[in-house]
């Protein structure tokens, strides 16, 4: 039997180790370039998010003068034992990140709105993973719940819905951040292909009336986007010709919280509810901008180009004459899911890009201009992509 003196050393031994450990964890922790800071943590309903900043020690504000800043807004909502949008949206993060390097933006900050706390971890993990920026970006990580984000009474037919499932969250930016001024919001199946400052910049471009932008949900002239229109707006009072798609909003957030937005979206909700299917969100907004046509600034098709742009012939003629072609690449309708999609190629590009590789144009760019220039795929995308891809870089 051992004595209680030895147990007492085998303690301190034990606890020896420990402190040794942790003194070398946080030496080394010291010199890394990525830190992750907790600031604050909410409680609610047992539910807890918090506010994460990751810096560079290296790159560091200096004195008063104050950095660029593009503020991010996404929503990533799956359903139980589902990971889809976090996977989508882990990879529209890296795509953001890329161009802000390339683009040299100082700051970007993104906030998430998520269903569970597990999803915050994830989203942490990966941007950890992301440290070939070091020396470049400042990340800033702010998580909500989107239980929070609407009133309870609205969850069953807003948050918690069979189709587009929390995606009436985005309408409710302004005032779930009001310590924001403006916004970019993305769904998480698009990949920011061009420069995130130009997008960032149709903001200061709008007019004193203009609050939001957004692109149309299809080309005038093409008969390929008849079904989308009968789908989604035909039985509603929309913005013509055949409505807007909110997959990318661009949001003035101050002047959204001033006109009192959200208010009437609700109104619109509560009266349009009773004699139409609101399935939605961008019903609402079209309704909404129907009636209230100043408030918009309509985005080019290539601030939210989708795979039916080119599927049949490239329609989208502003991505043919703007300097970047493409900037934003909007895989709706399942085309990141699907390996057969015209488009899964550049999610599978952007998701297996190694960040460590320092050459984008090289290991990620070149690759798929080439990819899209196999004529023989059953898709225009093939002739087009590769061209409108990066355009200003080739």
């Not at 359903?79 to 990879?91: E, F, I, M, P, Q």
């Not at 900050?109 to 970006?137: C, D, P, T, W």
Request: charged share 25%; aromatic share 12%; glycine share 4%.
């Amino acid at each position: 039997m051992r004595s209680p003196q030895m147990f007492r050393k085998v303690r301190w031994i034990s606890l020896g180790i420990l402190v040794f450990t942790v003194v070398i964890i946080l030496t080394v922790h010291k010199y890394d370039f990525w830190r992750i800071d907790i600031n604050k943590v909410y409680f609610t309903q047992e539910r807890a998010f918090a506010n994460v900043k990751v810096w560079n020690d290296i790159n560091e504000p200096d004195g008063d003068v104050e950095k660029e800043r593009i503020v991010i807004g996404m929503v990533s909502c799956d359903k139980a034992n589902t990971t889809t949008t976090s996977n989508l949206g882990v990879v529209l993060i890296k795509s953001i990140l890329i161009s802000a390097n390339l683009h040299k933006v100082s700051v970007v900050a993104f906030h998430i709105f998520l269903e569970s706390m597990g999803r915050q971890l994830y989203f942490k993990s990966k941007l950890e993973e992301y440290a070939y920026l070091k020396g470049n970006v400042e990340v800033e990580l702010h998580f909500h719940s989107v239980r929070d984000a609407i009133p309870e009474m609205y969850h069953n037919v807003m948050v918690f819905t069979k189709g587009w499932r929390c995606s009436f969250v985005r309408l409710f930016m302004a005032s779930n951040l009001p310590n924001e001024d403006a916004i970019i919001y993305f769904d998480t199946d698009n990949i920011v292909t061009g420069n995130i400052r130009n997008i960032w910049n149709l903001i200061s471009d709008m007019n004193e009336r203009q609050l939001i932008g957004v692109a149309p949900a299809s080309e005038p002239w093409d008969k390929n986007f008849d079904h989308i229109f009968k789908f989604h707006f035909a039985d509603i009072p929309h913005v013509p010709p055949k409505g807007l798609n909110s997959g990318v909003l661009v949001m003035n957030l101050t002047k959204m919280r001033n006109y009192g937005w959200r208010k009437k979206m609700f109104e619109i909700y509560d009266n349009y509810s009773k004699s139409v299917d609101l399935h939605a969100d961008q019903r609402i907004l079209n309704i909404h901008l129907h009636f209230e046509r100043d408030l918009l600034k309509q985005i080019p098709c290539n601030y939210n180009y989708e795979h039916i742009h080119c599927d049949s012939e490239q329609i989208c003629i502003h991505a043919e004459g703007h300097q970047n072609g493409v900037e934003i690449l909007h895989g709706a309708g399942g085309q990141y899911v699907s390996k057969d999609s015209s488009l899964f190629e550049v999610f599978r590009a952007y998701r297996d890009f190694n960040l460590s590789f320092q050459e984008v144009r090289e290991k990620l760019m070149m690759p798929l201009r080439r990819h899209f220039e196999n004529q023989g795929k059953n898709s225009r995308c093939y002739g087009s992509l590769n061209r409108l891809l990066f355009k200003n870089v080739f």
